[in-house]
């Protein structure tokens, strides 16, 4: 791919510094992480030392952060990809823009030099899709704040979080005017007593340690309560905008990393005297999907550029997501043919790509979803 129109020597260079920290500093872990089920906890100070954790979610200094999401992507694992992209972005990108100067003090700084983690607690065994359905309750708590029971499914992050950014109603709502009014956003300190947390085994993204969060009378004082209260519809439209843009980041270099394996696979596997690419039916797939990543990665650096000049709209974002996710479906699944039964043993990469990309058109927007929002 060529660079961004955006993309100056400047950015060139940390594409270049980034790219080199994730091998030190990711790739000789991955697999290991992949077993255990998260990165090592030694890992985000790490990442933070190296510039990793800071990048800005507004503005241009966001066209850094469309780089280092896209070479998250790149690095093939994503595990740890979610991972990160949770801490640095989707979650904090709420304390980001909605955070009090005393909220970004004791979570989103300390989450930015790699001391606390963060993870971002939406999704319920009956609301994904449709939140409206929300049951996670926070009422009034004798002596000031609030105590907070619910459950919470599949938050990336969640056994080993310092703390969640969680969806939680906080006023009882009927009829036409249930959807998400009367929800808020809240700050939960994963070490207050009452937070249980246990690691959901998944089909891919091992490294992400998607867990499932219980809260039992969990008593959080009241200016933990993030942007908004009862508001928080306006602010989880904005984040998942801001969610999908990430999202699709990361699949873009996520497929830019499929298809540099597929590459070197299909010119390297050899059937008779021929390698695979001398085959037409090989090389037309191959060039289709390259010809598809072209297309949807210039799409991603095009919604970046929109983004950091605060003109990125809905549509954009979940286009972007839309077809990145997808495309990495398809890029994962020709990867998986083409190499043959090498491919579906369990620890080959390809295997590994395959797995990991259906999570894709399903966290942050199932595909049926944002067809429907298209
Ligand atoms: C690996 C992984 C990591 C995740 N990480 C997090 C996290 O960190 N924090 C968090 O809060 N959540 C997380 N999630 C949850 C994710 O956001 C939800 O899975 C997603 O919102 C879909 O909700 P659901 O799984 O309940 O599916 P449902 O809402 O039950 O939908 C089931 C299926 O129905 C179809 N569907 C949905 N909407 C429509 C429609 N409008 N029309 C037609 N068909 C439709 C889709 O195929 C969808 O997959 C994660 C999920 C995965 C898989």
Known sequence: MNRAFWETERHEEFRARVREALRDSV??????????GHLDPAVWKTLAAQGLLDRGHQGEAFLDSAILLEELGRTGYAGVRASVGVHAYMATSYLDLFGTPEQKAAYLEPARRGERLAALAITEAEAGSDLSRLTTRARPRDGGGLRVDGEKLYVANGSQASFFVALVRTRDETGARRGLTGASLVL????????????????????????????????????????RRDHALLHIVQGLDFERLAAGLLAVGGVTHCLELLDAHVRRRRLKDTPLYG????R???????????LVARYGRHAAWLHSRGELDSRTATVLKLKATELAVRAAHVCLQF???????????AARLYRDASAGTIAAGASELLRDLI
């Open 188 to 227: 939960i300190d994963a070490d207050t007593p009452g937070v249980h947390r246990t690691a959901q085994r998944m089909l891919g993204w091992r490294s992400a340690d998607v867990s499932k969060v219980v809260l039992e009378d969990v008593a959080v004082p009241e200016d933990r309560v993030l942007g």
């Open 284 to 294: 037309h797939a191959v060039a289709d999907l390259m010809a598809d990543h072209e």
């Open 27 to 36: 790739l000789p872990h991955a697999d290991r992480w992949e077993e255990q």
């Open 279 to 282: 085959h037409q039916a090989i």
């Open 339 to 349: 190499h043959g039964a090498q491919g579906c043993l369990d620890d080959s990469t």
